[in-house]
């Protein structure tokens, strides 16, 4: 069991917008910065929200996150058939003292 | 550009120990936190620990805590996790990922290291 709840699966066509939604709690989410994982097939995990709703470097306007106390969203405009991949939220539990991530969203881009 | 290379991953049986390493390059190691964190088969991403930039200060999952060590060596720019007492459960690929700067969040991945854990 996650300390971070995510849908298992979420699906949509290309072009059109998605979003995954993580569930937290006081001491993680609700008392620390979310951040956003990408993960495809065979490649490491690579950030894409960090801070809430920050982007890095690369990371296209496309994706853009945004927080409601202890719960995060992350919202994936114009799909296309590469952005198929699991979707990780994150963030620190101070009650824990440890990060945490999300079970996972496997997004299907139909 | 940020390069992180783990290495040391491989078989061992139940109950044996490996120490992983992550070779960093690219940026000035001894300044940032850094992390292991792992992905088992068919499972999702399992943070493990985490160590600060001077190596003082070491966070731990509950799954690993008492069986893993995180350490650092700054002068060689590497990161290391022994792991001890491992079972079929310790079985993934393990990463290793420097944190945003000063920040809880592992921000740069490296391609990960297999670890199979049978007999």
């Known amino acids: 069991q996650s300390v971070l709840t995510q849908p298992p699966s979420v699906s949509a066509a290309p072009g059109q917008k998605v979003t995954i939604s993580c569930s937290g709690s006081?001491?993680?989410?609700?008392?620390?910065?979310a951040s956003w994982f990408q993960h495809l097939p065979g490649r490491p995990p690579k950030l894409l929200i960090y801070d809430n709703n920050k982007r890095p470097l690369g990371i296209p306007d496309r994706f853009s996150a945004s927080k409601s106390y202890t719960s995060v969203t992350l919202a994936i405009t114009g799909l296309q058939t590469g952005d198929e991949a699991d979707y990780y939220c994150g963030t620190w539990d101070t009650s824990l003292d440890a990060w945490v991530f999300g079970g996972g969203t496997k997004l299907t881009v139909l | 550009e940020v390069h992180l290379v783990e290495s040391g991953g491989g078989l061992v049986q139940p109950g044996g120990s490996l120490r992983l390493s992550c070779a960093a390059s690219?940026?000035?190691?001894?300044?940032?936190?850094m992390s292991w964190i792992r992905q088992a088969p068919g499972k999702g991403l399992e943070w493990l620990a985490n160590?600060?930039?001077?190596?003082?200060?070491?966070y731990y999952a509950d799954s690993v805590r008492g069986r893993f060590t995180i350490s650092r060596d700054n002068a060689e720019d590497s990161l290391y996790l022994q792991m001890n007492t491992l079972t079929a459960g310790d079985t993934a690929i393990y990463y290793c990922?420097?944190?945003?700067?000063?920040?809880?969040?592992?921000?740069?991945w490296g391609q990960g290291t297999l670890v199979t854990v049978s007999s």
């Open positions: 990922a420097r944190h945003i700067l000063y920040q809880w969040t592992p921000s740069d």
């Open positions: 006081g001491p993680n989410l609700g008392n620390n910065y």
């Open positions: 690219g940026f000035t190691f001894s300044t940032y936190w």
């Open positions: 160590i600060h930039d001077d190596g003082r200060e070491t």
